[in-house]
């Protein structure tokens, strides 16, 4: 038989009391009960009078479901999927902003020969450029 | 969604989990604090009491039982993490090199009594008394907890000499414990 923890069996030594003591009050009568309480100095009255102040509580606002660990944690996924989203979306965006525009855009063609009217600009001084097939006989 | 308890039977689940929290605690003032954490934490939603499958009263001291208990964890954890801190000062520092360190963990822990070598000296405590070494020994044998009906069973002693057997481990524990504090 596969044993216990350790720390488990001190555990139960140290709880074994409130088993104890959970099985005698369990089998009392509520007349025991209260005469048992009477013996260790708690008035009945005061014990009646904080059970009905709980029992307000509880009649203010009646046990309900336990929406404090089910329903934020699906409402945690959603947002979480959302932000996921909006960032994802933002990347996106962003993108061609932040990669340089050498990396992002390809390498220009080399630039085309300039035409003979553009050469004729270029050389002002009224010789011929050298490139120009207007000047080759 | 769990029933809403009527008055009579708040009243009745009140008394009988303070006769409960009395009886363990022997402190009015830690018995009120536990019962009502154990109250709160129903109307809080924590815990859902359901009329068709247990008396209120019953679900009260189960709740304060398990108020109690966690309190009691809580503090032996404190206890291990000071006697973590006191290895960290005491002995982290000062061993010269690893094996150092391995050797003055070792002994530490052993004086600090890790879980295992507390039980043996639990059990070397124990002396004469058959009934409680037989529970100690059902109790380290087993893969769940028990309660004292079960290692009645379990070891063939009846359960008021079992309840006895348990009371006397737990009075020979916070002893030794004390000891070593």
């Known amino acids: ?137 | 969604m769990g029933d809403t308890p009527t008055k009579d039977e708040v009243r009745a689940g009140y008394q009988a989990a303070m006769a409960f929290a009395m009886a363990v605690t022997k402190s009015k003032a830690r018995a009120e604090e536990a019962v009502q954490q154990a109250f709160e934490s129903l109307y809080a939603g924590v815990r859902e009491w359901r009329r068709a499958k247990v008396a209120f009263d019953v679900f009260a001291i189960g709740a304060t039982r398990s108020i109690i208990s966690n309190e009691r964890k809580a503090k032996r954890e404190e206890r291990a993490s000071k006697a973590a801190e006191i290895f960290q000062a005491d002995v982290g520092t000062q061993a010269a090199s690893a094996e150092d360190r391995t050797l003055a963990h070792a002994e530490e822990v052993q004086r600090l009594g890790g879980a295992g070598s507390e039980l043996d000296a639990l059990d070397a405590s124990i002396g004469d008394h058959e009934d409680a070494r037989e529970v100690l020994r059902c109790r380290r044998g087993t893969d769940e907890p028990l309660k004292a009906a079960e290692i009645a069973r379990c070891t063939g002693i009846p359960v008021g000499r079992v309840y006895r057997a348990n009371e006397l481990l737990s009075d020979h524990l916070k002893k030794l414990r004390a000891r070593r504090e």
């Open chain 1, 1 to 137: 038989m596969p044993k216990r923890n350790p720390e488990d069996v001190l555990k139960d030594i140290e709880d074994a009391d409130l088993d104890e003591e959970m099985d005698r009050v369990l089998a009392m009568t509520p007349q025991q009960r209260r005469a048992e309480l009477e013996a260790a100095g708690i008035d009945p009255a005061e014990v009646h009078a904080k059970a009905d102040a709980l029992y307000e509580k509880m009649r203010a606002k009646p046990p309900g479901p336990i929406p404090l660990r089910t329903q934020p944690n699906r409402a945690r996924v959603v947002i979480l999927v959302a932000a996921v989203a909006a960032i994802a979306a933002l990347v996106v965006a962003l993108m061609p902003r932040l990669v340089p525009n050498d990396v992002a855009t390809p390498a220009p063609n080399p630039p085309p020969p300039p035409s003979a009217s553009a050469s004729d600009a270029i050389a002002g001084d009224g010789s011929a450029p050298a490139h120009s097939s207007r000047g080759a006989p």
